[in-house]
Nanobody, 114 residues
Framework: QVQLVESGGGLVQAGGSLRLSCAASGIIFRLYTVGWYRQAPGKQRELVAEILSGGSTNYADSVKGRFTISRDNAKNTVYLQMNSLKPEDTAVYYC????????WGQGTQVTVSS
């Protein structure tokens, strides 16, 4: 049974930083593409960043230079380091792994105050 557990969200002032974690069980992260998505109220869920099995990464234009996705294979955990946060980064952030099917975590709320 695959489980993804996100943590690290919270309330932060604009310009601040947060680090999100996504810990997996039942699946080996390094074998698949793992992504961080976010969904703000009234908006569609969007891809923020992803890390491929080979380690390459992709970012949404809106977060390039501010966010960094990384993976710790020993801990089977993927991180999203978010710096220089803006109010428009406020959303629920979800971890996703694309294996034989797509798996999602429960989400973690990030709120950036101005």
């Amino acid at each position: 049974q695959v489980q993804l557990v996100e943590s690290g969200g919270g309330l932060v002032q604009a310009g601040g930083s947060l680090r999100l974690s996504c810990a997996a069980s039942g699946i080996i992260f390094r074998l698949y593409t793992v992504g961080w998505y976010r969904q703000a109220p009234g908006k569609q869920r969007e891809l923020v960043a992803e890390i491929l099995s080979g380690g390459s990464t992709n970012y949404a234009d809106s977060v390039k230079g501010r966010f960094t996705i990384s993976r710790d294979n020993a801990k089977n955990t993927v991180y999203l380091q978010m710096n220089s946060l803006k109010p428009e980064d406020t959303a629920v952030y979800y971890c996703n792994v694309l294996a034989a099917r797509s798996y999602w975590g429960q989400g973690t709320q990030v709120t950036v105050s101005s």
